[in-house]
């Protein structure tokens, strides 16, 4: 039987890894996978098939039963490129009451606390399993989680209630807003602008599209705000392009022009009619434009879509989480998480994590000491709760 490591030891260990989400997460995987296997707790990973240099892992301890609580966090970072960081990012350095490194606020912090509770519950012994799921490619979309989830009900009991650790001041965050994008690729005829009525312009043919984003977003904004929407800022669905190249030379009726609409839509909104109804208008632009030339045409692809948390409202994961924090307040955030995942594969879901939202990405990311033991002792409440 290893030794116990304490949550900074832990880490620690975890900061060293620089799981990058474009690098390998594997090293630190196969050290999470080791260390609870030397307390005898079974790790499963699920291996990405499409990157064999990725991984998930889960776990689960106490009594081989449905309804555990699920902790849950991502084990990539986002990268350190261009950023001028002080200490070493990849090595956790205290000063000033603040631990730095990249990943201590998002999120390898929660996901120690997270890997020490599980490997405590397992010691003390608990008559309510605690299950660990860690994922991959929540920095770029959100998109490791899903088959994890999928692959963690056909291994273990189906848990109830995930905690999802992002940073958020070990407050209860129990609402978020969904997300899509797209790219759009408009492909037009190239003709010589003095006679540019035989052509079709890629770029004045994407302005209709852009130009019905301003008018939704308009929209949004004078309509009275129903329901949970109203708790959010904005309290509305927002429709954005972020990105736009297109055209070679001022004489030229433009080829291609190609744009990403990205929409962040406020739980209760079905994603799907705002899907349809950008493409309704996409293929709206495309029927003018094939009129003037047949092969001119739009092409869509969806890049990313992350599913909103709803707020449930005395849901069992927003309850046990007022319970051990003492945070009765209302709180939702406008970014996505794998909260909205779980929650759409059947789990009650709740964000709550230790540091500050504000921390995460930046130079000289840090939490502080002080919330990293509030974090701490949220696990040893908890802890308190399972072996009762
Ligand atoms: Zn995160």
Not at 56 to 72: M, N, Y
Not at 227 to 249: K, N, Q, Y
Request: glycine share 8%; proline share 7%.
């Amino acid at each position: 039987m290893s030794q116990r490591l304490t949550p900074l030891e832990i880490m620690t260990k975890l900061i060293s890894f620089p799981t990058v989400s474009r690098d390998t997460n594997l090293p630190l995987i196969d050290w999470v996978e080791d260390y609870m296997v030397s307390h005898g707790i079974t790790a499963h990973r699920w291996p990405d098939p499409d990157q064999p240099h990725k991984a998930a892992l889960f776990a689960h301890v106490g009594p081989v039963e449905k309804g555990a609580i699920v902790l849950s966090g991502h084990t990539d970072v986002v990268p350190v490129d261009g950023q001028p960081w002080d200490s070493d990012p990849f090595t956790v350095t205290e000063r000033d009451g603040k631990y730095f490194g990249r990943g201590t606020c998002d999120m390898k912090g929660f996901d120690a606390l997270a890997i020490w509770a599980l490997v405590e519950a397992q010691h003390r012994g608990i008559k309510r399993p605690l299950q660990l799921a860690l994922s991959f490619d929540e920095e770029v979309g959100c998109t490791g989680a899903p088959p994890m989830i999928v692959a963690m009900q056909d291994v273990l009991p189906k848990g109830s209630a995930v905690v999802v650790g992002e940073p958020s001041m070990m407050q209860a965050v129990t609402g978020h807003k969904g997300g899509f994008g797209f790219d759009t690729h408009v492909v037009g005829y190239e003709v010589h602008s003095s006679i540019m009525h035989t052509g079709v312009n890629a770029v004045m043919s994407a302005a209709p599209l852009i130009d019905w984003a301003n008018q939704r977003n308009a929209r949004n904004m004078a309509a009275q705000p129903m329901g949970v929407a109203a708790m959010f800022d904005p309290p509305w669905t927002t429709c954005h392009v972020g990105m736009i190249e297109g055209g070679t030379a001022h004489n030229i009726t433009a080829k291609d022009c190609r744009f990403m609409m990205d929409f962040r839509t406020v739980p209760g909104e079905v994603p799907e009619i705002w899907r349809e109804a950008y493409l309704d208008q996409v293929r709206e632009v495309e029927a003018q434009m094939q009129a003037v030339h047949p092969e001119a045409r739009i092409d869509v692809t969806e890049k990313f879509a992350v599913p909103a948390l709803q707020p449930e409202n005395g849901g069992e994961a927003e309850t046990l989480v007022r319970t051990l924090t003492g945070d009765n307040a209302t709180h939702v955030v406008s970014y996505g998480t794998e909260a909205g995942q779980f929650q759409e594969a059947g789990y009650s879901a709740v964000i709550c994590g230790p540091g500050d939202i504000a921390q995460a990405h930046q130079p000289n990311e840090f939490i502080t000491v002080e919330q990293f033991n509030a974090g701490h002792e949220f696990m040893e409440r908890l802890l308190d709760r399972l072996v009762e």
